[in-house]
């Protein structure tokens, strides 16, 4: 959908209060609140790479910037707020049929949207219905129900859309530069709910916009069980790029469950060996370093190790199961001082070494899996998350 076309639909309608924005992912063409809104960003990379979500605005895992303590806030005007009584629930059928698209897209490397802002192949559409499918097969609920709309804008109307926001510009270029896409929680007066509203970079690739998505709709999840959370503390921050990181694995994982596909499946060779090795190899860096702004997505990753395995859910060469996930998910919501202190203590906890990653990471890799078969899910999605 083109930004004129947005900023036209939004003149009329009921008025939001923004409260924040999260980096995010997402395909459908909503309505949506106008672009005054005040944005967390997230790192949301067109290749399989960890991403970051917040809610108080901050800068990327590069940089140095300090979290606020809360978001300045405005009032924006989308278009009017669907009346209709969200869907709440699926048939198998019915996820079927919201699935019948879900491995061509896996495997699609186009964009998203042509230079001119259209759906070209349609693959707006399956993305938000296996998006849809997935998180309703992970968490029971609808994207419909939990009030997440979806707006893919290419790279020209992406930017626009930032110009709008109330930051400095420095963290304006930054967003451009480096974030993928983030998630609107705006306030709607009318109804007194929640609208979240994930935008992104739409010149994407199918299967990348669909991983950032499983990995972003993290944040109105999280919001809906904690609406407390501001991540003004460091803790906070790695323990929110651990959450986003369990509800994309969950995700899919749930989707392989329920059809019967492989998703997450790389062989024993030597340069998947190798990745993981390197990849390891970082994280033992990380910890020594100790939990910095530059270095809060990867201790993230270690997070997550580390509570899978204090909850007893790693076992050598498996998943953690979708529904092990959703619990581990739950495990780690919880309020700014509280996070820090929970990161604080299992950071002193975790075994230097991280043998245990290296021994579960490594035991996942299949000998004799063929290359072409691998994925699509990435690498790091499959292998290096619980």
């Not at 010149?203 to 999840?221: C, K, M, N, Y």
């Not at 989707?255 to 970082?282: A, C, H, Q, W």
Request: hydrophobic share 35%; proline share 7%.
């Amino acid at each position: 959908m083109k930004l004129e076309i947005i900023l036209r639909n939004f003149a009329i309608g009921a008025t939001y209060l923004t409260l924040s924005a999260i980096a995010c992912n997402g395909g459908a063409t909503p309505t949506a609140p106008s672009m005054t809104a005040t944005p967390s960003p997230t790192a949301a990379a067109a290749s399989p790479t960890p991403t970051l979500q917040y809610n108080a605005p901050t800068s990327t895992p590069t940089a140095t910037a300090t979290p606020t303590s809360q978001p300045p806030t405005a009032t924006v005007t989308p278009s009017p707020t669907p009346t209709a009584t969200p869907i709440a629930s699926y048939t198998d059928e019915q996820l079927r049929q919201k699935l019948s698209g879900l491995v061509e897209i896996l495997r699609a490397n186009e964009p998203v949207l042509d230079a001119n802002g259209n759906d070209y192949k349609g693959y707006v559409g399956k993305i938000t219905d296996a998006l849809d499918a997935g998180y309703f097969l992970f968490t029971g609920r609808t994207l419909q129900q939990d009030r997440i709309s979806i707006l893919p804008l290419v790279k020209k109307d992406y930017d626009a859309f930032i110009d709008k926001l109330p930051y400095t510009n420095e963290l304006k270029a930054d967003m451009k530069e480096n974030f993928g896409g983030f998630a609107w929680d705006a306030l709607n007066l009318k109804t007194g709910k929640h609208d979240y509203f994930l935008v992104i970079r739409g010149d994407f690739p199918a299967s990348s916009v669909f991983w950032i998505g499983t990995r972003e709709v993290e944040q109105p999840l999280t919001n809906r069980l904690d609406p407390t959370i501001r991540n003004t503390t460091i803790g906070s921050l790695a323990l929110g790029e651990a959450r986003e990181d369990i509800v994309s694995k969950g995700i899919y994982r749930a989707l392989e469950e329920f059809t019967g596909k492989n998703f997450t499946n790389y062989g024993s060779n030597e340069k998947n060996i190798g990745y993981v090795m390197k990849r390891l190899s970082d994280y033992q860096k990380t910890l020594e370093q100790g939990l910095t702004f530059q270095n809060f997505s990867v201790t993230g990753i270690i997070i997550t190790w580390a509570t899978a395995q204090e909850m007893g859910l790693l076992k050598d060469g498996q998943h953690v199961t979708p529904k092990d996930d959703y619990a581990l998910f739950k495990t780690m919501v919880m309020g700014d001082d509280a996070a820090q202190t929970y990161v604080d203590g299992i950071l002193s906890r975790v075994d230097p070494s991280l043998d245990f990653i290296r021994k579960n990471a490594l035991s996942r890799l299949i000998p004799d899996y063929p290359a072409e078969k691998e994925g699509p899910a990435s690498i790091e999605t499959a292998v290096l998350r619980p």
